[in-house]
């Protein structure tokens, strides 16, 4: 069993950055996908940026590209999401998420990821 344990989220002010961390229990495919999706009040959850763990490839949907950034430090097993320049509509509970298997093109759809954190809260205000 896979568990995954988020960190790092809080209350900011518009502009001002945050880093979220992800510790993952273990992966044990040479490659695998990981993501961080975020989900806000009334809103249906979605897909801000994922990464292959075996290359390091990366996606973002459009409005976090050039803001936010997803890496990992495999010998600790730990994902991050620098988010810089913050938004009032960056608002919302931050879940880190893990592909079941073999993965090695990072994707945004919530459907390809089977563990599942129980996300940290992130609120920005204007």
């Known amino acids: 069993q896979v568990h995954l344990v988020e960190s790092g989220g809080g209350s900011v002010q518009a502009g001002n950055s945050l880093t979220l961390s992800c510790s993952v229990s273990?992966?044990?495919?040479?490659?695998?996908?990981m993501g961080w999706f975020r989900q806000a009040p009334g809103k249906e959850r979605e897909g801000v940026a994922s990464?292959?763990?075996?290359?390091?490839?990366?996606v973002y949907t459009d409005s976090v590209k050039g803001r936010f950034t997803i890496s990992q430090n495999n010998p600790k097993r730990t994902l991050y999401l620098q988010m810089n320049s913050l938004k009032p509509e960056d608002t919302g509970m931050y879940y880190c998420?893990?592909?079941?298997?073999?993965?090695?093109?990072?994707?945004?759809?919530?459907?390809?990821?089977?563990?599942w954190g129980r996300g940290t809260q992130v609120t920005v205000s204007s």
């Open positions: 998420a893990t592909a079941r298997g073999y993965c090695n093109e990072p994707n945004l759809s919530d459907s390809e990821y089977f563990y």
């Open positions: 273990f992966y044990s495919y040479s490659s695998t996908c």
């Open positions: 990464l292959a763990t075996g290359g390091g490839t990366t």
